[in-house]
Protein backbone atom coordinates (compact mmCIF):
# COMPACT_ATOMS: atom_id res chain seq x y z
CA UNK A 1 0.00 0.00 0.00
CA UNK A 2 3.15 1.89 -0.34
CA UNK A 3 5.35 3.40 -3.03
CA UNK A 4 9.04 3.61 -2.11
CA UNK A 5 11.53 5.92 -3.63
CA UNK A 6 13.33 3.10 -5.44
CA UNK A 7 9.77 2.12 -7.02
CA UNK A 8 9.06 4.86 -9.16
CA UNK A 9 10.72 8.02 -10.76
CA UNK A 10 10.76 11.22 -8.89
CA UNK A 11 8.95 13.78 -10.38
CA UNK A 12 10.35 15.55 -13.04
CA UNK A 13 12.88 12.46 -13.84
CA UNK A 14 10.76 10.52 -16.34
CA UNK A 15 12.98 9.02 -19.06
CA UNK A 16 11.67 10.59 -22.57
CA UNK A 17 9.25 8.77 -24.69
CA UNK A 18 7.19 7.57 -21.33
CA UNK A 19 4.20 8.42 -21.09
CA UNK A 20 1.64 9.03 -18.11
CA UNK A 21 -0.35 6.07 -17.10
CA UNK A 22 -4.04 6.77 -17.77
CA UNK A 23 -6.60 6.12 -14.52
CA UNK A 24 -7.55 8.04 -11.63
CA UNK A 25 -3.67 6.89 -10.11
CA UNK A 26 -1.39 8.36 -12.62
CA UNK A 27 -3.85 11.74 -12.63
CA UNK A 28 -3.66 11.89 -8.71
CA UNK A 29 -1.95 14.55 -7.02
CA UNK A 30 -1.61 17.49 -10.04
CA UNK A 31 -1.64 20.56 -8.55
CA UNK A 32 -1.60 24.18 -9.76
CA UNK A 33 1.62 25.65 -10.88
CA UNK A 34 1.34 27.80 -7.89
CA UNK A 35 1.49 24.88 -5.45
CA UNK A 36 3.94 22.73 -7.24
CA UNK A 37 7.10 21.89 -4.36
CA UNK A 38 9.56 23.83 -5.94
CA UNK A 39 8.73 25.73 -8.89
CA UNK A 40 11.25 24.90 -11.97
CA UNK A 41 10.37 21.34 -11.43
CA UNK A 42 8.79 19.79 -14.83
CA UNK A 43 7.45 16.49 -14.96
CA UNK A 44 7.95 15.20 -18.54
CA UNK A 45 5.11 12.51 -17.81
CA UNK A 46 2.46 15.71 -18.04
CA UNK A 47 1.77 16.25 -14.52
CA UNK A 48 3.34 17.74 -11.72
CA UNK A 49 3.04 16.24 -8.26
CA UNK A 50 1.24 17.74 -5.83
CA UNK A 51 2.88 16.03 -2.92
CA UNK A 52 7.16 15.25 -2.98
CA UNK A 53 7.57 11.59 -3.47
CA UNK A 54 8.89 10.52 0.43
CA UNK A 55 10.68 7.03 1.51
CA UNK A 56 6.98 5.94 1.97
CA UNK A 57 4.42 6.81 -0.31
CA UNK A 58 0.84 6.34 0.36
CA UNK A 59 -0.73 6.23 -3.41
CA UNK A 60 -4.03 7.09 -4.71
CA UNK A 61 -5.72 3.54 -4.07
CA UNK A 62 -4.67 3.14 -0.58
CA UNK A 63 -5.70 6.74 0.10
CA UNK A 64 -9.18 5.88 -1.46
CA UNK A 65 -9.44 2.52 0.30
CA UNK A 66 -8.73 3.68 3.71
CA UNK A 67 -10.89 6.00 3.61
CA UNK A 68 -13.79 3.98 2.49
CA UNK A 69 -12.73 1.10 5.29
CA UNK A 70 -12.75 4.47 7.63
CA UNK A 71 -16.71 5.11 6.61
CA UNK A 72 -17.88 1.89 6.62
CA UNK A 73 -16.97 2.18 10.47
CA UNK A 74 -18.31 5.63 10.93
CA UNK A 75 -21.61 5.02 9.39
CA UNK A 76 -21.62 1.13 10.90
CA UNK A 77 -21.26 2.54 14.50
CA UNK A 78 -23.61 5.26 13.84
CA UNK A 79 -26.67 2.89 12.29
CA UNK A 80 -26.14 -0.06 15.30
CA UNK A 81 -28.60 2.43 17.38
CA UNK A 82 -31.73 2.57 14.71
CA UNK A 83 -32.65 -1.25 14.48
CA UNK A 84 -32.45 -1.68 18.19
CA UNK A 85 -34.45 1.22 18.83
CA UNK A 86 -37.67 0.28 20.06
CA UNK A 87 -35.64 -2.64 22.39
CA UNK A 88 -34.37 0.67 23.64
CA UNK A 89 -37.53 2.22 24.28
CA UNK A 90 -39.51 -0.57 25.90
CA UNK A 91 -36.18 -1.34 28.35
CA UNK A 92 -36.15 2.65 29.50
CA UNK A 93 -39.53 3.88 28.97
CA UNK A 94 -39.04 6.16 26.15
CA UNK A 95 -40.95 8.31 23.61
CA UNK A 96 -40.52 8.87 20.28
CA UNK A 97 -39.04 12.08 20.92
CA UNK A 98 -36.61 10.94 23.33
CA UNK A 99 -35.50 8.24 20.98
CA UNK A 100 -34.89 10.85 18.51
CA UNK A 101 -32.84 12.87 21.22
CA UNK A 102 -30.33 10.24 21.35
CA UNK A 103 -29.29 10.63 17.72
CA UNK A 104 -29.67 14.85 17.90
CA UNK A 105 -27.11 14.79 20.56
CA UNK A 106 -24.66 12.86 18.51
CA UNK A 107 -25.22 15.16 15.87
CA UNK A 108 -24.98 18.51 17.50
CA UNK A 109 -21.53 17.62 18.85
CA UNK A 110 -20.58 16.13 15.76
CA UNK A 111 -21.53 19.23 13.57
CA UNK A 112 -19.89 21.73 15.98
CA UNK A 113 -16.86 19.66 15.52
CA UNK A 114 -17.01 20.54 11.62
CA UNK A 115 -15.34 23.93 11.39
CA UNK A 116 -12.59 24.08 13.88
CA UNK A 117 -11.64 20.78 12.67
CA UNK A 118 -11.28 21.73 9.13
CA UNK A 119 -8.77 24.47 10.52
CA UNK A 120 -7.04 22.18 12.90
CA UNK A 121 -6.30 19.65 9.82
CA UNK A 122 -5.22 22.40 7.56
CA UNK A 123 -2.61 23.86 10.06
CA UNK A 124 -1.24 20.73 12.09
CA UNK A 125 -1.69 17.43 9.95
CA UNK A 126 -4.70 15.88 8.62
CA UNK A 127 -3.99 12.24 9.44
CA UNK A 128 -3.07 12.80 12.85
CA UNK A 129 -6.61 14.50 13.29
CA UNK A 130 -8.24 11.87 11.57
CA UNK A 131 -6.65 9.03 14.06
CA UNK A 132 -7.27 11.24 16.82
CA UNK A 133 -10.69 11.78 16.26
CA UNK A 134 -11.14 8.22 15.16
CA UNK A 135 -9.61 6.51 18.55
CA UNK A 136 -12.36 8.72 20.52
CA UNK A 137 -15.48 7.61 18.39
CA UNK A 138 -14.15 4.05 18.98
CA UNK A 139 -13.98 4.72 22.51
CA UNK A 140 -16.92 6.39 22.65
CA UNK A 141 -19.24 3.32 21.14
CA UNK A 142 -17.79 1.12 23.07
CA UNK A 143 -18.66 3.23 26.20
CA UNK A 144 -22.25 3.53 25.24
CA UNK A 145 -22.57 -0.06 24.83
CA UNK A 146 -21.94 0.01 28.73
CA UNK A 147 -24.39 2.85 29.43
CA UNK A 148 -26.70 2.02 32.44
CA UNK A 149 -29.61 4.64 31.57
CA UNK A 150 -31.05 7.00 29.45
CA UNK A 151 -28.88 10.03 30.27
CA UNK A 152 -25.55 7.97 30.41
CA UNK A 153 -26.41 6.73 26.93
CA UNK A 154 -27.01 10.27 25.61
CA UNK A 155 -23.24 11.73 27.60
CA UNK A 156 -21.64 8.73 25.48
CA UNK A 157 -23.39 9.51 22.08
CA UNK A 158 -22.49 13.20 22.29
CA UNK A 159 -18.72 11.73 23.15
CA UNK A 160 -18.73 9.53 19.81
CA UNK A 161 -20.01 12.24 18.25
CA UNK A 162 -17.06 14.40 18.68
CA UNK A 163 -14.87 11.68 18.02
CA UNK A 164 -16.43 11.12 14.43
CA UNK A 165 -16.74 14.93 13.57
CA UNK A 166 -12.84 15.01 12.90
CA UNK A 167 -13.05 12.58 10.08
CA UNK A 168 -14.78 14.62 7.11
CA UNK A 169 -12.71 17.29 6.73
CA UNK A 170 -9.11 15.88 6.49
CA UNK A 171 -10.65 13.32 4.96
CA UNK A 172 -11.48 14.98 1.73
CA UNK A 173 -8.54 17.61 1.88
CA UNK A 174 -6.41 14.49 1.39
CA UNK A 175 -8.19 12.71 -1.44
CA UNK A 176 -8.96 16.14 -3.16
CA UNK A 177 -5.05 16.92 -2.80
CA UNK A 178 -4.01 13.39 -4.08
CA UNK A 179 -6.55 13.13 -7.17
CA UNK A 180 -6.54 14.91 -10.03
CA UNK A 181 -9.52 17.62 -10.77
CA UNK A 182 -10.57 15.04 -13.78
CA UNK A 183 -11.12 12.00 -11.37
CA UNK A 184 -11.55 13.85 -7.95
CA UNK A 185 -15.56 12.97 -7.81
CA UNK A 186 -15.02 9.55 -9.09
CA UNK A 187 -12.93 9.17 -5.90
CA UNK A 188 -15.25 10.62 -3.34
CA UNK A 189 -17.80 8.08 -4.71
CA UNK A 190 -15.21 5.05 -4.23
CA UNK A 191 -14.47 6.39 -0.93
CA UNK A 192 -18.19 7.46 -0.24
CA UNK A 193 -18.86 3.40 -1.16
CA UNK A 194 -18.40 3.19 2.47
CA UNK A 195 -21.25 4.81 3.83
CA UNK A 196 -23.00 2.61 2.01
CA UNK A 197 -21.50 -0.80 3.24
CA UNK A 198 -21.13 0.84 6.75
CA UNK A 199 -24.97 1.90 7.03
CA UNK A 200 -26.09 -1.60 5.70
CA UNK A 201 -23.49 -3.16 8.32
CA UNK A 202 -24.89 -1.53 10.79
CA UNK A 203 -28.68 -2.56 10.15
CA UNK A 204 -28.23 -5.94 9.64
CA UNK A 205 -25.26 -6.60 12.06
CA UNK A 206 -27.34 -4.80 14.94
CA UNK A 207 -30.43 -6.73 13.73
CA UNK A 208 -28.50 -10.11 13.55
CA UNK A 209 -26.99 -9.83 16.81
CA UNK A 210 -30.07 -8.78 18.36
CA UNK A 211 -33.16 -10.17 17.04
CA UNK A 212 -31.10 -13.35 15.43
CA UNK A 213 -29.10 -14.26 18.50
CA UNK A 214 -30.87 -12.90 20.88
CA UNK A 215 -27.99 -10.85 22.49
CA UNK A 216 -28.37 -7.60 24.19
CA UNK A 217 -28.26 -4.50 22.01
CA UNK A 218 -25.34 -3.19 24.09
CA UNK A 219 -23.46 -6.14 21.74
CA UNK A 220 -23.11 -4.30 18.88
CA UNK A 221 -21.86 -1.55 20.61
CA UNK A 222 -19.04 -3.01 21.98
CA UNK A 223 -18.17 -5.74 19.12
CA UNK A 224 -18.41 -2.50 16.21
CA UNK A 225 -16.69 -0.16 18.47
CA UNK A 226 -13.55 -2.75 18.98
CA UNK A 227 -13.57 -3.10 15.27
CA UNK A 228 -13.04 0.65 15.10
CA UNK A 229 -9.55 1.14 16.86
CA UNK A 230 -8.57 -1.76 14.43
CA UNK A 231 -9.48 0.50 12.08
CA UNK A 232 -7.78 3.71 13.49
CA UNK A 233 -4.28 2.10 13.36
CA UNK A 234 -4.74 0.72 9.81
CA UNK A 235 -4.94 4.48 8.45
CA UNK A 236 -2.23 5.72 10.99
CA UNK A 237 0.04 2.94 10.28
CA UNK A 238 -0.32 3.36 6.04
CA UNK A 239 -0.97 6.86 5.99
CA UNK A 240 0.66 9.01 8.16
CA UNK A 241 3.71 10.27 5.83
CA UNK A 242 1.25 12.16 4.00
CA UNK A 243 1.31 14.66 6.99
CA UNK A 244 5.05 15.19 6.86
CA UNK A 245 4.44 15.80 3.33
CA UNK A 246 2.09 18.49 3.20
CA UNK A 247 3.94 20.02 5.84
CA UNK A 248 7.21 20.29 3.48
CA UNK A 249 5.02 21.59 0.93
CA UNK A 250 3.79 24.18 2.77
CA UNK A 251 7.22 25.31 4.11
CA UNK A 252 8.48 25.74 0.44
CA UNK A 253 5.17 27.32 -0.74
CA UNK A 254 5.83 29.84 -3.58
CA UNK A 255 4.00 32.14 -5.47
CA UNK A 256 5.80 33.00 -9.28
CA UNK A 257 7.53 35.82 -7.79
CA UNK A 258 9.48 33.34 -5.33
CA UNK A 259 7.93 35.21 -2.08
CA UNK A 260 5.93 33.56 0.21
CA UNK A 261 2.51 32.66 -1.09
CA UNK A 262 -0.16 34.62 -0.01
CA UNK A 263 -2.53 33.96 2.46
CA UNK A 264 -5.96 33.12 1.00
CA UNK A 265 -9.09 34.72 2.52
CA UNK A 266 -12.03 32.80 4.40
CA UNK A 267 -14.47 35.24 1.66
CA UNK A 268 -13.01 32.90 -0.37
CA UNK A 269 -15.65 29.91 1.32
CA UNK A 270 -18.22 32.06 1.25
CA UNK A 271 -19.13 33.10 -2.68
CA UNK A 272 -22.28 32.89 -4.02
CA UNK A 273 -21.81 29.22 -5.16
CA UNK A 274 -20.18 28.29 -2.01
CA UNK A 275 -23.14 29.59 0.26
CA UNK A 276 -26.09 27.80 -2.12
CA UNK A 277 -24.06 24.47 -1.96
CA UNK A 278 -24.37 24.93 1.85
CA UNK A 279 -27.73 25.34 1.40
CA UNK A 280 -28.06 22.14 -0.67
CA UNK A 281 -26.25 19.84 1.30
CA UNK A 282 -28.65 20.69 4.70
CA UNK A 283 -31.43 19.65 2.81
CA UNK A 284 -30.58 16.75 1.57
CA UNK A 285 -28.63 15.56 4.76
CA UNK A 286 -31.97 16.05 6.69
CA UNK A 287 -34.43 14.10 4.35
CA UNK A 288 -31.36 11.53 4.92
CA UNK A 289 -30.72 11.33 8.46
CA UNK A 290 -34.50 11.18 8.90
CA UNK A 291 -34.70 8.43 6.47
CA UNK A 292 -32.07 6.78 8.07
CA UNK A 293 -32.77 7.24 11.84
CA UNK A 294 -36.38 6.23 11.56
CA UNK A 295 -37.02 3.94 8.82
CA UNK A 296 -36.22 0.90 10.61
CA UNK A 297 -38.74 2.06 13.48
CA UNK A 298 -41.50 2.80 10.18
CA UNK A 299 -41.34 -0.54 8.77
CA UNK A 300 -41.47 -2.39 11.60
CA UNK A 301 -44.62 0.18 13.12
CA UNK A 302 -46.51 1.55 9.76
CA UNK A 303 -45.78 -1.53 7.68
CA UNK A 304 -46.04 -4.23 9.63
CA UNK A 305 -42.49 -5.64 8.84
CA UNK A 306 -40.69 -8.49 11.09
CA UNK A 307 -37.79 -6.23 13.19
CA UNK A 308 -35.37 -8.83 11.70
CA UNK A 309 -36.42 -7.85 8.02
CA UNK A 310 -36.18 -4.18 8.64
CA UNK A 311 -32.12 -3.70 8.37
CA UNK A 312 -32.50 -6.04 5.11
CA UNK A 313 -34.77 -3.72 3.38
CA UNK A 314 -33.71 -0.28 5.00
CA UNK A 315 -29.78 -1.35 3.56
CA UNK A 316 -31.67 -0.92 -0.04
CA UNK A 317 -30.62 2.63 -0.10
CA UNK A 318 -27.02 2.35 0.89
CA UNK A 319 -26.37 -0.42 -1.32
CA UNK A 320 -28.30 1.07 -4.77
CA UNK A 321 -26.08 4.11 -3.56
CA UNK A 322 -23.14 2.55 -4.96
CA UNK A 323 -23.68 1.62 -8.73
CA UNK A 324 -25.45 4.94 -8.68
CA UNK A 325 -22.32 7.18 -6.79
CA UNK A 326 -19.76 5.82 -9.39
CA UNK A 327 -21.91 5.39 -12.42
CA UNK A 328 -23.28 9.59 -11.63
CA UNK A 329 -19.49 10.42 -10.65
CA UNK A 330 -17.87 8.54 -13.62
CA UNK A 331 -20.94 10.70 -16.29
CA UNK A 332 -20.50 14.18 -13.96
CA UNK A 333 -16.27 14.20 -14.77
CA UNK A 334 -17.15 14.26 -18.62
CA UNK A 335 -19.43 17.09 -17.65
CA UNK A 336 -18.39 20.98 -18.39
CA UNK A 337 -21.37 21.78 -15.97
CA UNK A 338 -22.76 19.55 -13.22
CA UNK A 339 -24.87 21.75 -12.35
CA UNK A 340 -27.97 20.84 -13.82
CA UNK A 341 -27.15 16.75 -12.96
CA UNK A 342 -26.90 18.41 -9.47
CA UNK A 343 -30.37 19.72 -9.29
CA UNK A 344 -31.72 16.82 -11.28
CA UNK A 345 -30.78 14.44 -8.81
CA UNK A 346 -31.94 16.73 -5.81
CA UNK A 347 -35.56 16.70 -7.35
CA UNK A 348 -35.57 12.71 -8.08
CA UNK A 349 -34.63 12.46 -4.29
CA UNK A 350 -37.24 14.94 -3.37
CA UNK A 351 -40.05 12.96 -5.13
CA UNK A 352 -38.71 9.72 -4.04
CA UNK A 353 -39.52 10.94 -0.75
CA UNK A 354 -42.98 11.91 -0.96
CA UNK A 355 -43.24 7.90 -2.58
CA UNK A 356 -42.30 6.17 0.06
CA UNK A 357 -44.55 6.85 2.76
CA UNK A 358 -47.54 8.13 0.23
CA UNK A 359 -47.80 4.93 -1.59
CA UNK A 360 -49.68 2.14 0.20
CA UNK A 361 -48.09 -0.51 -2.26
CA UNK A 362 -45.31 -2.51 -1.01
CA UNK A 363 -43.87 -2.75 -4.09
CA UNK A 364 -43.83 0.35 -4.85
CA UNK A 365 -42.42 2.14 -1.51
CA UNK A 366 -39.26 -0.66 -2.34
CA UNK A 367 -39.08 0.64 -5.37
CA UNK A 368 -38.58 4.10 -4.37
CA UNK A 369 -36.43 3.25 -2.05
CA UNK A 370 -34.05 1.66 -4.32
CA UNK A 371 -34.57 5.09 -7.19
CA UNK A 372 -33.93 7.34 -3.72
CA UNK A 373 -30.64 5.06 -3.12
CA UNK A 374 -29.51 5.55 -6.88
CA UNK A 375 -30.10 9.14 -7.13
CA UNK A 376 -30.26 10.79 -3.30
CA UNK A 377 -27.58 11.95 -0.94
CA UNK A 378 -24.62 9.03 -0.93
CA UNK A 379 -24.99 9.66 -4.56
CA UNK A 380 -25.30 13.59 -5.01
CA UNK A 381 -22.56 13.61 -2.78
CA UNK A 382 -19.35 12.95 -4.25
CA UNK A 383 -20.80 15.15 -7.23
CA UNK A 384 -20.94 17.98 -5.03
CA UNK A 385 -17.67 17.64 -3.57
CA UNK A 386 -16.06 17.44 -6.68
CA UNK A 387 -17.94 20.94 -7.42
CA UNK A 388 -16.89 22.27 -4.17
CA UNK A 389 -13.45 21.38 -4.92
CA UNK A 390 -13.59 23.58 -8.74
CA UNK A 391 -14.43 27.25 -6.31
CA UNK A 392 -12.06 26.24 -3.26
CA UNK A 393 -8.36 27.32 -3.35
CA UNK A 394 -6.29 24.06 -2.65
CA UNK A 395 -4.67 25.25 0.63
CA UNK A 396 -8.50 25.83 1.97
CA UNK A 397 -9.91 22.31 1.36
CA UNK A 398 -9.81 20.71 4.40
CA UNK A 399 -11.72 24.33 5.72
CA UNK A 400 -13.90 24.35 2.86
CA UNK A 401 -15.22 20.99 3.49
CA UNK A 402 -16.15 21.72 7.11
CA UNK A 403 -17.90 24.48 6.41
CA UNK A 404 -19.85 22.23 3.98
CA UNK A 405 -20.19 19.21 6.52
CA UNK A 406 -20.96 21.74 8.87
CA UNK A 407 -23.92 22.77 6.94
CA UNK A 408 -25.31 19.60 6.09
CA UNK A 409 -24.49 18.40 9.80
CA UNK A 410 -26.61 20.70 11.18
CA UNK A 411 -30.12 19.17 9.49
CA UNK A 412 -29.36 15.91 11.66
CA UNK A 413 -29.40 17.33 14.58
CA UNK A 414 -32.90 18.63 14.17
CA UNK A 415 -34.47 16.44 12.04
CA UNK A 416 -33.90 13.13 14.19
CA UNK A 417 -35.67 15.37 17.22
CA UNK A 418 -38.70 16.79 14.57
CA UNK A 419 -39.24 13.66 12.93
CA UNK A 420 -39.84 12.12 16.05
CA UNK A 421 -41.98 15.02 17.82
CA UNK A 422 -44.41 15.12 14.39
CA UNK A 423 -44.92 11.25 14.84
CA UNK A 424 -46.18 12.02 18.62
CA UNK A 425 -48.11 15.04 17.62
CA UNK A 426 -49.80 13.07 14.33
CA UNK A 427 -49.91 9.73 15.61
CA UNK A 428 -47.72 8.64 12.20
CA UNK A 429 -43.95 9.26 10.80
CA UNK A 430 -45.30 10.40 7.18
CA UNK A 431 -45.36 13.72 8.07
CA UNK A 432 -41.33 14.23 8.86
CA UNK A 433 -40.52 12.41 5.65
CA UNK A 434 -43.32 14.97 3.58
CA UNK A 435 -41.27 17.77 5.19
CA UNK A 436 -37.68 16.40 4.43
CA UNK A 437 -39.23 15.95 0.58
CA UNK A 438 -40.03 19.68 0.69
CA UNK A 439 -37.10 20.98 1.88
CA UNK A 440 -35.13 18.82 -0.85
CA UNK A 441 -36.80 20.22 -3.90
CA UNK A 442 -36.70 23.88 -1.77
CA UNK A 443 -32.58 23.22 -1.68
CA UNK A 444 -32.76 22.14 -5.59
CA UNK A 445 -34.84 25.32 -6.68
CA UNK A 446 -32.39 27.35 -4.43
CA UNK A 447 -29.22 25.84 -6.49
CA UNK A 448 -30.11 26.94 -9.77
CA UNK A 449 -28.98 30.29 -9.03
CA UNK A 450 -25.50 29.00 -8.80
CA UNK A 451 -23.03 29.91 -11.50
CA UNK A 452 -20.28 28.14 -13.77
CA UNK A 453 -17.28 27.32 -10.91
CA UNK A 454 -13.81 29.28 -11.19
CA UNK A 455 -10.94 29.55 -9.00
CA UNK A 456 -9.16 32.81 -10.67
CA UNK A 457 -6.02 32.42 -8.06
CA UNK A 458 -5.16 29.25 -8.39
CA UNK A 459 -5.76 27.51 -12.02
CA UNK A 460 -5.52 23.58 -12.92
CA UNK A 461 -2.32 22.70 -13.86
CA UNK A 462 -1.63 22.65 -17.91
CA UNK A 463 -0.53 19.30 -19.14
CA UNK A 464 2.72 18.98 -21.17
CA UNK A 465 3.71 17.44 -23.96
CA UNK A 466 5.55 14.61 -23.92
CA UNK A 467 9.11 15.17 -25.89
CA UNK A 468 10.36 13.37 -28.61
CA UNK A 469 13.87 12.20 -29.25
CA UNK A 470 15.61 13.99 -32.45
CA UNK A 471 15.01 12.25 -35.58
Not at 294 to 314: C, D, K, S
Not at 329 to 353: D, E, Y
Not at 368 to 378: H, I
Not at 387 to 392: G, K, P, R, S
Amino acid sequence: MNVSTAEKPAAGTVPPGTAGAAGPAADSAAPSPAESTTAPTTNTTGRRRLLPVSGKRPGPVAVTLLFSLGWVFMYADRNILSPVMSVIQDQWGLNKGQLGLMSTVFFITYALMQIPTGYLADRIGRVKVVVAGYVVFGIGTILSGFAPGFMVFLLMRAFTGIGEGTFYSPVYGISSSYISDKWRGVSAALINSGMAVGISLGFIGSGYFTFTLGLPWHASFLIFGAATLIVAFLINYYLSPIDAEHKALASKATDDGGAPAAKVSNKALFTRNHILTYVLIFCSLYGFFSMLTWLPTYLQQARGVAPAQTGIIASLVPWASIPGAILLSMWARRLKNTRPLIVVLSVLGGLCQILVPMTGNYSLMIAGLVVYGLVGKLALDPILIAFLAENTPRSMYSTAYGYFNFAGMLSSIFAPYITGALADATGALEAGFYLSAVLLLVGAVAFCFTTPARVAAQPAAAVEPVPQPAA
